[in-house]
């Protein structure tokens, strides 16, 4: 299976994964060969990446962290809770179904993560089209447990950060659609609005019998950054918690490689680059070197052309050197199709680099 822009879908092309919409629902099925209708219409629904099935990388398994099962259910379970949330009106006393619906969520999904031994998976969706606020709240939990896990925090504390990821816009729901969704820049006084997110979630999670206290801390804390630039409180360094720490990389990230009505995800090696621009000022350097070993950069599947001129398909990452996997080039340099595939190991030839990532086929 590999990954392909939108711009390279050839009628006859077979669908490699599942395309869902925002209900949860299939719209187009695995396995399903793609026609001019199709992908025009996959055009219209404004893909841009698709995951197609072809016999030179049919060996080739993108790793999921959690089951397409699991995490259907889990944006279900959000959605619910969320929706109810929206409809209340006004926050006095508990919301004691909350904490138990996703402690136990919580539990199958470290359960099904501690089984994978790989380096961390793109989340981003690229086959989906119908980016929100649940999906971008499991995206954060996914990748907040990851590095967790990574960092050596027991299993108990692993819990109570997932918690506080899961939950750490859980506070949105209780401002107006249009404004968490206004394209381009907001106002001071929507800004201002926005921020009240914080502490919203705070106050909604705070006396949950079922959701640690540290948990809410990580709602009311995931937009502080290091230097003190950032909000409600403007905490410095040690101030802010670890957990929010964590949160706080997965949400930039998770933000920059996702698209949004107002603007189009980023590859996820530019959006490293750019949480390393903020490296010791916004974030924990440490923090960033944990997440930078266990994100895949050059996912599975990804189209990539080398300096040598080759395009091919990642197809192995690297453990020991996400950075570098194993390519299979399917083109030449002088852009014809490879007559058998082969594959370029960069953690072994060092002197390759990869040039180009996402678009570049036979272009
Ligand atoms: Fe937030």
């Excluded at 925090?153 to 209780?174: M, N, P, Q």
């Excluded at 290091?226 to 409600?232: A, E, F, R, V």
């Excluded at 020991?320 to 340099?333: A, D, G, K, N, Q």
Aim: glycine share 8%.
């Amino acid at each position: 299976m590999r990954l392909i822009h939108l711009s390279l879908l050839q009628p006859g092309m077979v669908l490699g994964k599942n395309i869902y919409n925002n209900e949860g629902n299939i719209l187009l099925a695995e396995g399903v060969k793609l026609t001019d209708y199709l992908i025009r219409r996959l055009g219209a629904l404004d893909f841009s990446y698709i995951y197609i099935k072809d016999s030179k990388t049919e060996d080739i398994a993108i790793p999921e962290l959690i089951s397409e099962q699991t995490k259907l259910e889990a944006i279900r379970s959000i959605r619910t809770e969320y929706k109810n949330l929206e409809k209340q009106s006004n926050l006095k006393g508990s919301f004691l179904h909350l904490g138990k619906t996703f402690s136990g969520m919580m539990e199958n999904i470290m359960d099904e993560i501690s089984a994978v031994n790989e380096s961390m998976v793109l989340l981003t969706d690229m086959n989906t089209n119908d980016y929100n606020l649940y999906q971008h709240s499991l995206n954060v939990c996914l990748y907040s447990l990851v590095l967790g896990i990574s960092y050596g925090y027991s299993r108990d504390e692993v819990k109570t950060l997932g918690i506080g990821a899961l939950l750490h816009d859980i506070g949105k729901t209780r401002l107006t659609p249009e404004l968490i969704q206004k394209p381009g820049r907001l106002t001071d006084e929507e800004f201002k609005e926005v921020q009240t997110h914080t502490l919203i979630g705070y106050k909604i999670l705070k006396d949950e019998p079922n959701i640690p206290l540290l948990s809410a801390h990580c709602a009311l804390q995931h937009h502080e950054r290091l230097d003190g630039s950032g909000y409600p409180r403007g905490l410095k360094g040690p101030e802010t918690h670890e957990y929010a720490k964590w949160i706080a990389i997965a949400d930039s990230y998770d933000a920059m490689t996702t698209r949004r009505i107002y603007k189009p995800a980023m590859l996820p090696h530019q959006a490293v680059e750019v949480l390393y621009a903020g490296s010791g000022t916004l974030y924990e350097q440490r923090f960033l070197a944990v997440f930078r070993d266990r994100v895949a950069i050059y996912p599975t599947g990804m189209t990539v052309r080398l300096s040598t001129g080759e395009t091919g398909v990642v197809s192995k990452i690297n453990d020991s050197v996400p950075h570098r996997p194993v390519i299979r080039i399917l083109y030449t340099p002088d852009g014809q199709e490879a007559r058998v595939p082969y594959e370029v190991d960069m953690s072994e030839s060092l002197a390759v680099m990869i040039a180009a990532i996402g678009q570049a086929e036979s272009d």
